[in-house]
């Protein structure tokens, strides 16, 4: 019985290929001193020249994750607010709550929304002049980073 054990033994596979090939009138490629081992698959298992490895390719409507998560973060959601019922998208939501968290002291939520506006200030940076943020308006995020350091 061959085994995949390095030397001169072939593997099950390239002696079936071979007899395969002689059978078929086609040239022999018998290379019984070929060594099987990490990165070198057996001859028979290799994709042969010119063969995709993924022949029909990703399928057509297949969606990647950045596609998935803006289609959803779209997505509106009722939102009741006091006695009034509002329709919102899930992302408004989201920023929402990270604010109503932030102005409530929670120091992961302080730190979610310095992320979030670092990322849009960011984002405006490179398609437009940023609108400056006024005094009172620096001297409330100063507050809200002093607390979530705590």
């Known amino acids: ?68 998560v803006r289609r959803e973060a779209r997505r509106k959601i009722r939102l009741r607010e006091g006695n009034k019922v509002r329709s919102v998208t899930r992302a408004e939501a989201i920023v929402m709550k990270i604010i109503e968290g932030a102005l409530k002291g929670d120091p992961k939520a302080v730190s979610n929304f310095m992320k979030l506006s670092g990322a849009l200030h960011h984002s405006h940076n490179a398609e437009s002049q940023v609108d400056q943020l006024t005094d009172a308006e620096a001297a409330v995020l100063d507050e809200l980073l002093h607390r979530s350091r705590r």
Do not use: C, H, W
């Not at 490629?29 to 063969?51: I, M, W």
């Open 1 to 68: 019985m061959a085994s995949n054990r390095k030397g001169s033994r072939t593997t099950r596979a390239a002696r079936r290929a071979a007899r395969r090939a002689k059978r078929n009138g086609e040239p022999v490629n018998d290379q019984s001193d070929y060594e099987v081992g990490y990165g070198k698959p057996p001859l028979a298992t290799r994709f042969k020249k010119g063969t995709s490895g993924n022949p029909n390719g990703r399928p057509k409507g297949a969606l990647d994750f950045d596609t998935i």
